[in-house]
């Protein structure tokens, strides 16, 4: 199975800062990455998909890059309702693992 | 409006069965790809499982595989998890959620609301 580590488990920061989260795939899998955000008792919420790809509705502070087995999801400008918990997937192949999540604080 | 409601969750013990419900409506059913995504108390995600729009092909987490099954019946509207032999690691909300049958990239693009099972004696 693909592993996918995601880093780092917590960030701590402030609205208006710039923040990155990471994804490493245990091992290449093109763009076959989708990103999700999930606040406490909700359920996930599809932000990116094929790595760079924004949803529609999602704002354009959120971007995601990479290829391979490198991914980053990038948030520009934090806003008080980015704080939440993010979580990569690689979809590459089944079994289709998510990483083990960022929670993003304040 | 798309809407993915599960049911079916609940205590039951170990070694137990449960059968999970995904009711959709809003949009074709039928047309999409359908994913079943758990969470454990305070954990990330963890995939459980995908079924192709018309049942042809299955896939399921090492961890599942052999005890739990996912079908649908696209004439209801309806997916299903099948699962048995349950162990105190299965407890979990268990979120359905559809992915478009044209993109390769599986991505879950609307989730229900979750249902919770807990394993416990």
């Known amino acids: 199975d693909i592993q996918m580590t995601q880093s780092p488990w917590s960030l701590s920061a402030s609205v208006g800062d710039r923040v990155t989260i990471t994804c490493r795939a245990s091992?290449?899998?093109?763009?076959?990455v989708n990103w999700y955000q999930q606040k406490p008792g909700k359920a996930p919420k599809l932000l990116i998909h094929?790595?760079?790809t924004l949803e529609s509705g999602v704002p354009s502070r959120f971007s995601g890059s990479g290829s391979g087995a490198d991914f980053t999801l990038t948030i520009n400008s934090l806003q008080p309702e980015d704080f939440a918990t993010y979580f990569c997937?690689?979809?590459?192949?089944?079994?289709?693992?998510f990483g083990q999540g960022t929670k993003l604080e304040i | 409006e798309v809407q993915l409601v599960e049911s079916g969750g609940g205590l039951v013990q170990p070694g137990g069965s449960l059968r999970l419900s995904c009711a959709a409506s809003?949009?074709?059913?039928?047309?999409?790809?359908m994913h079943w995504v758990r969470q454990g108390p305070g954990k990330g995600l963890v995939w459980v499982s995908r079924?192709?729009?018309?049942?042809?092909?299955?896939a399921y987490a090492d961890s599942v595989r052999g005890r739990f099954t996912t079908s649908r019946d696209n004439a209801k509207n309806t997916l299903y998890l099948q699962m048995n032999s349950l162990r105190a690691d299965d407890t979990a909300v268990y979120y359905c959620?559809?992915?478009?049958?044209?993109?390769?990239?599986?991505?879950?693009?609307?989730w229900g609301q979750g249902t919770l099972v807990t394993v416990s004696s």
């Open positions: 959620g559809r992915a478009p049958h044209d993109s390769a990239w599986h991505e879950i693009d609307h």
């Open positions: 809003g949009f074709a059913f039928g047309r999409y790809w």
């Open positions: 079924v192709y729009s018309d049942e042809s092909t299955t």
């Open positions: 091992q290449t899998i093109s763009n076959y």
């Open positions: 094929a790595a760079s």
């Open positions: 997937q690689q979809t590459f192949y089944a079994p289709y693992t």
